[in-house]
């Protein structure tokens, strides 16, 4: 990959029971905006976009007799100061599920999990990669 490009923007779309919830979580947890919502036919949320700095997410009620999908989620977020971040959410009360650290790949950075179990992980990119023994970058 070039390392002057920039990827172009994914944005998750998350299937959840309860929109609100989990858009109330990022809001008042979690530091992120709300950039717009749709309110269903029972006044609760049916979607919603939430974002910090460049990174958006999607949530979104399962429509028409829709399910729920099981599975692992993991979400890699930017973040501009990796420790400054950690010192708000911490002063916050949210639970940090592993602790700031620099990794081998040249990034710092620590997780949370979110109220349906997915994990998010908070990032900056802050040295070059360093592969341990064994490993090989390619």
């Known amino acids: 990959m070039n390392s002057t490009a920039r990827p172009a923007s994914v944005i998750p779309l998350r299937y ?18 709300h950039l717009m919502g749709m309110v269903g036919k029972d006044g609760q949320l049916d979607f919603a976009i939430v974002q910090r700095g460049g990174a958006m997410l999607m949530l979104a009620r399962p429509q028409d007799g829709g399910s729920l999908t099981a599975g692992a989620l993991e979400i890699y977020v930017e973040v501009e100061d990796v420790d400054a971040y950690h010192a708000e959410l911490s002063g916050r009360g949210v639970a940090i599920a592993q602790a ?13 999990v979110d109220p349906v179990g997915h994990t998010l992980w908070f990032y900056k990119t802050v040295a070059e990669p360093q592969p341990p023994a064994g490993v090989t970058m390619i």
């Open 16 to 33: 959840v029971a309860s929109v609100d919830s989990l858009r109330d979580f990022y809001l008042e947890q979690l530091g992120f905006d």
């Open 100 to 112: 700031p650290a620099t990794q081998w790949w040249g990034d710092r950075n620590f997780s949370v």
